[in-house]
């Protein structure tokens, strides 16, 4: 993903990769798209080498230098080539890890298992604000112009977590009824 992210955004306009990595926390791209903010610098050298980006300029700030890399029609080329396996990939991600625990939920104590999705329950609530608190900012760094899109996967976004504390708080309940 960091790649495609990476291209889609030096398709809009040159940026460095410090501009590239401010837009993508902004937007909290480690959250919704698996990217790790720390791999752009990484996945840019690699790109510049294979042709996809280039170097147009190099920008003196302070006491640092800052390369300005810009998408080449290669890079555009590649660019559509990943969104398009993105789209066809299946975007289905099942929970393994609380599956797996819940499928031998009984080796804990009934008072163990319920602290346990308690405390899932909280992890999924902070996330839901997370989530909420970078929408607003985005909202506010596009001047409440979010395209439709992005809304659509905001949305999204909220549902799973919804589905996902309403599977936590079924679970509970469950809990409740087998003592």
Known sequence: MTRLLVLGMLDVQPM?????QQGLQLTDAERWGGVLIGSIYHALKKMEQEGYVAVISIEQTGHRQKAVYSITEAG???LKALIQDALR???VSYPSTLYSGLSFYQKLSPEECR????????VLAEEYTAVKLGLEAKDAAMQHMIPPMVLLIMENMFSIIKQQQDFVDKALLL???EQ
């Open 175 to 177: 809990l409740e009824t």
């Open 115 to 122: 602290k346990a999705l308690e405390q899932q329950r909280s």
């Open 76 to 78: 555009r080329i590649y």
């Open 16 to 20: 460095s990769g410090y501009d590239i």
């Open 89 to 91: 990939a299946s975007s």
